[in-house]
């Protein structure tokens, strides 16, 4: 029996040895965690193998991480009024007139809706496939002391042979898919506090179409001066100027103005425009310390743009060390003393602010150890509310000043909302979006184009072929069109007077009469008077 057990032990000792020796000199690893994106990238890719829709061991979800909700932001950003009625085996099939109307299409919306898609993920263990024609096995592991399960989560990929070029395009191949679907919408992410400990990291939160910077209200030399300053310092021989010379290489931009002027707006284009990924931050959070602020920024991209939002309802960017409002401690109910501040230190413990201090900021900004190469854009509504250490060069090298609108900017608002453009859709059920391709004929009314439908939309691609010229009665019709809308753009320019309202506010209004810009017309100056009233009926407030 001794000898027995001897033999069985030394069995199973030499096969766990050569398991290892085969595992180091005949197969190669790829180790993947959980805390890095390519996991993400990972876990987008192998969820669409087909390979998963024949497993028997699979994790399904449908929001328990990014992998699995990667491209809901995207998928519903098309939503038109008549495409969702085009099946998916052919887009190209015109809808009946039967199921052009809405409730048609908002029935099957809301349907729709209703399911989430589950996303089929490898479960944890060992599963092997194919691909390229290698047999790749992945095994899905977590620590197992560990209380969350996702928190500690490792994949491990191998392959046969020393050569693990095929993981590496396997990986790659995994990156190109998971970048690939936002094509060219601009990127948010977002400061996000982690599910187990008090450290930050970042978190993708959006992808948006990009908007053009034409639709910021904005004084154009100034908007010209923004992107020009940030392309300047993109530029490659900015960067080795910075070096050559020892200065940090950061730049940072204050946006102020009153609220709805468009200051997210033109940080939002200038980021669409330039193909950069935007991360937002938020100051007030108290969970957020000075060393979770310095890893957020340790952790960002070379060249992207940092957000900071309203910096002035921050109460570290209002003086250095750490403060709060008398407002916010014993004189809640005593508005004459909102703007008094206190040293906190001069309060009892339980009254202190958690949070980040100014000196910590403007550490984290332009210290020893601050992050380079990233854009850092700060708005806020009261630039006299700042810190003054918050506004030197090197910390904010080119201040914006937004203000209400002027009659140029309301003509041009006023044309934006109602001008026709490309890809909008008509509003008559069987119509074609009015573009080059699908159109042969426009009918001019005074408040919107109505396209003709063609008789079919190869028989217009042959037209176009053998004429090879443009519709020039579309043409001048598209002409004559923006020429009346320019002419009621400045008849209700003449009725809201300039330098009184913002941005949001006039297209505000507008979204209201997005079709009849004659009726805009004719109740702007009561509106006028309303937003004239509710302004003073608060101020006396």
């Given at each position: ?6 033999f ?14 085969c ?7 790829a ?6 994106e ?7 890719w ?40 085009l ?8 809808p009946?007139?039967s199921s ?11 349907s ?8 089929f ?55 190109q898919?998971y ?25 993708r939160?959006?992808a ?11 004084d ?5 001066a ?17 070096s ?9 931009y204050?946006?102020?103005?009153p ?15 330039l ?33 900071l939002?309203?910096?002035d309802?921050?109460?570290v ?12 401690v014993?004189?809640?109910?005593d508005?004459t003393?909102?703007?008094e501040?206190?040293d ?13 201090t100014l000196?910590g900021?403007?550490n984290?900004i332009?210290?020893?150890?601050a ?10 509504n009261h ?10 060069p090197?910390?904010?090298d080119?201040s ?7 009659r ?15 890809r ?8 074609q ?6 159109a ?11 396209v ?5 939309i ?17 043409q ?12 009621m ?8 007077p ?12 507008l979204?209201n009469h997005k079709?009849r810009?004659?009726?805009?017309i ?10 004239r ?6 101020e006396?407030?």
């Open positions: 029996m001794i000898g027995l057990a001897l069985g032990a030394s069995i199973r000792y030499s096969i766990n040895q050569l398991t290892d020796l595992k180091e000199y005949l197969v190669s690893t180790e993947i965690r959980i805390e890095d390519v996991f993400t990238y990972f876990m987008y192998i969820s669409r193998q087909p390979h998963m829709k024949r497993t028997n061991r699979f994790i399904a979800g449908v929001r328990m991480s990014d992998y699995y909700d990667s491209d809901s932001d995207s998928e519903d950003e098309d939503d038109g009024f008549g495409d969702e009625f099946d998916d085996e052919d887009d190209d099939e015109e009946s007139s052009g109307s809405f409730d048609d299409y908002w029935a099957k919306i809301i729709r809706d209703k399911y989430k898609e589950v996303r993920t490898p479960a944890l263990g060992r599963h092997i496939f194919w691909y390229q024609g290698q047999p790749i096995m992945l095994e899905r592991r977590h620590q197992s002391d560990t209380a969350k399960l996702l928190a500690s989560e490792k994949v491990f990929l191998s392959c046969l042979g020393r050569n693990p070029a095929v993981l590496k395009k396997m990986l790659a191949d995994a990156q898919a970048v690939e679907r936002d094509g060219s919408r601009t990127i948010i992410y977002r400061g996000q506090r982690r599910w187990s400990g008090n450290s930050f990291y970042w978190v939160c959006m948006r179409a990009p908007r053009p910077l034409s639709t910021v209200v904005l154009q030399e100034q908007k010209q923004f992107v020009d300053d940030i392309k300047e310092y993109l530029h490659p021989r900015t960067r080795r100027w910075y050559n010379r020892g200065i940090p290489y950061r730049r940072g204050l946006l102020h103005g609220p709805g002027t468009g200051k997210t707006s033109l940080c939002f284009a200038a980021a669409g425009m193909g950069l990924k935007i991360y937002l931050l938020n100051l007030n959070s108290k969970a957020l310390d000075e060393d979770s602020l310095m890893s957020l920024f340790a952790d960002l991209p070379r060249r992207c743009i940092v957000l939002e309203d910096v309802t921050a109460g960017t209002h003086s250095r060390g750490k403060t709060a409002t008398t407002n916010d014993s004189n809640a109910d508005p003393k909102a703007d501040t206190i906190l230190d001069t309060l009892p413990d339980e009254a202190e602010k958690d949070g980040i000196s900021l403007l984290v332009d210290g020893v150890a992050s380079e190469g990233r854009i850092l854009v700060m708005t806020t630039e006299d509310k700042l810190d003054a250490a918050l506004l030197r090197g910390r904010v080119m914006i000043t937004f203000g209400f609108t002027s140029a900017d309301i003509e041009e608002l006023f044309s934006s909302i109602y001008i026709t453009m490309e909008d859709l008509p509003r008559m059920p069987l119509a979006p009015l573009s080059n391709s699908s042969k004929s426009a009918s001019i009314s005074s408040d919107t184009v109505v003709e439908k063609p008789e079919s190869k028989e217009v691609n042959d037209k176009e072929k053998e004429e090879e010229r443009p519709n020039k009665e579309l001048q019709r598209l002409e004559s069109l923006r020429a009346h809308i320019s002419l753009a400045s008849e209700f320019a003449s009725i809201v300039s330098g009184e309202f913002t941005a949001a506010e006039i297209q505000g209004y979204l079709d810009p004659e009726k805009a004719a109740g702007a100056e009561a509106w006028v008077q309303s937003v009233e509710k302004r003073r009926a608060r006396e407030n």
